[in-house]
């Protein structure tokens, strides 16, 4: 996927949707119940979700993105919000995730999953990373059917952002989901509704 990140920091992440970070950190928090050890912000572009998640959590962050723009603008919002000591930022892939097996509590990702070159192979990775017990917390949406209708309200005209979201939402339905995690035996949920279409699962302590 090709972007211009720093434009995409300035005018997305730290602008228009600046709002919807603080409430999808919060939702991840409350239902996955996980607030320490290890989180990864998986496609987490300039890191907006995975430093909430810090603020508010006792969790360590690494935010991962495949790309290395995304990564320096990462780095910088985390200097500009000073949680270095907590969060870090690398390079990676969801389909190849630079984790050791059994190594992360928990996995967030925003609006990542539509844009991945394989979703069954990453979220195998994902699996594959997870700690016995931890979850997973991935998908795409805006925090609240009241956010989600400023941001559409805001982008009213704006018929290439319109077109491209509707033809991600007509591509991935809640059940293409369902039936990635049945293929690869994952025992998790596809919740949608006002606060988005989010893949839940927690890997089993039996997994060790």
């Known amino acids: 996927m090709k972007m211009d990140a720093r434009k995409y920091n300035e005018q997305t992440m730290k602008g228009l949707f600046r709002k919807i970070y603080p409430v999808i950190a919060e939702q991840a928090l409350a239902r996955t119940g996980i607030r320490t050890g290890l989180c990864v912000d998986l496609g987490g572009g300039p890191g907006m979700l995975g430093i909430r998640i810090a603020e508010i959590s006792d969790l360590r962050v690494v935010i991962v993105d495949p790309l290395a723009d995304c990564i320096a603008l990462a780095q910088e919002n985390i200097d500009a919000h000073g949680v270095g000591e907590?969060?870090?930022?690398?390079?990676?892939?969801?389909?190849?995730?630079?984790?050791?097996?059994?190594?992360?509590?928990?996995?967030?990702?925003?609006?990542s999953i539509f844009f991945?070159?394989?979703?069954?192979?990453?979220?195998?990775?994902?699996?594959?990373a997870l700690r016995p017990g931890g979850w997973a917390f991935v998908g795409g949406g805006f925090g609240s059917k009241a956010l989600r209708e400023e941001i559409f309200a805001e982008k009213a005209d704006d018929a290439k952002w319109n077109r491209g979201r509707r033809?991600?939402?007509?591509?991935?339905?809640?059940?293409?989901?369902?039936?990635?995690l049945a293929e690869l035996a994952i025992d998790g949920v596809v919740d949608s509704g006002d606060e988005g279409t989010w893949i839940l699962f927690r890997k089993p302590e039996s997994s060790a």
């Not at 930022?89 to 992360?104: I, K």
């Not at 033809?167 to 990635?180: G, T």
């Open 167 to 180: 033809e991600r939402v007509r591509n991935n339905p809640p059940e293409h989901f369902q039936a990635l």
């Open 86 to 111: 907590q969060v870090s930022a690398q390079q990676g892939a969801a389909e190849h995730l630079p984790f050791t097996d059994n190594a992360v509590d928990l996995v967030v990702s925003r609006g």
């Open 116 to 128: 991945w070159q394989d979703q069954r192979q990453g979220l195998r990775e994902i699996f594959r």
